[in-house]
């Protein structure tokens, strides 16, 4: 190609496009709340000096984890669901992220340990019966070993073992509404055997999206 057709094809070529474009903001629409969040949210926003959009984040987060065990919403017929949120905020370091997170899950921080404390009673026999099922099911089994062992019948233990099965104590669901890095086969073991509702949260993204796929 000579120089002259080079230049004219140079000529024709349009001016790169920025790759980032400085955008303004939308406005949060914190009226959309009620009164009643919507003061809470407007005061901490005063007392962190954390953008409103920041905090709405916070607070939603919070505010999903309290009732989605609770409340089911129909986005259309035949569509129901949880009131279940994913969320996801991109500050700089700095900008409060953790300081927000904390005013929003302390209220549930302190249901956590109010609820351990009202529930250690129930967890303690809980324990106990456990100790004494397992030990019982240890007995049948070096019955049976036992017995098997001298050519004696085992149908009786067996059936014994049987019905201990049946009898196992059920581990009380003591609420743990906050679990942080997890990996997807964990948070799936949690949530069927600890307790059914659950926010997975951290102040760096990374940890989630590294941990649970």
């Known amino acids: 190609m000579n120089k002259i057709a080079l230049s004219q094809l140079q000529n024709e070529w349009p001016e790169p496009q ?20 919507r003061n809470a949210l407007q ?56 300081s927000l997170d904390g005013y929003f899950m302390r209220p549930i921080e302190a249901f956590e340990r109010k609820i351990r404390e009202v529930m250690k009673g129930e967890l303690s026999n809980y324990n106990a019966k456990l100790s004494a099922w397992e030990a019982e099911r ?30 196992r104590p059920e581990q009380p669901k003591i609420p743990q509404l906050q679990v942080g890095e997890s990996t997807s086969e964990a948070l799936k073991k949690h949530l069927s055997e600890k307790y059914p ?4 949260h951290s102040s760096e993204a990374g940890e989630i999206f590294g941990g649970t796929p």
């Open 18 to 37: 920025a790759l980032v474009k400085a955008e303004e903001s939308a406005r949060y629409p914190i009226e959309a709340f009620p009164p009643m969040i």
């Open 138 to 167: 240890k007995g049948i089994l070096s019955s049976i070993q036992a017995a098997s062992g001298s050519g004696k019948a085992t149908e009786e233990l067996k059936q014994r073992l049987i019905n201990l099965e049946s009898q």
């Open 43 to 98: 005061e901490v926003a005063d007392s962190v000096q954390a953008p409103i959009a920041l905090v709405g984040s916070s607070a939603l987060s919070a505010i999903s984890v309290a009732i989605q065990s609770k409340i089911n919403v129909s986005r259309d017929k035949g569509l129901d669901g949880p009131v279940s949120l994913y969320l996801l905020s991109v500050a700089m370091s700095g900008d409060r992220k953790s």
């Open 197 to 200: 509702s659950t926010i997975v």
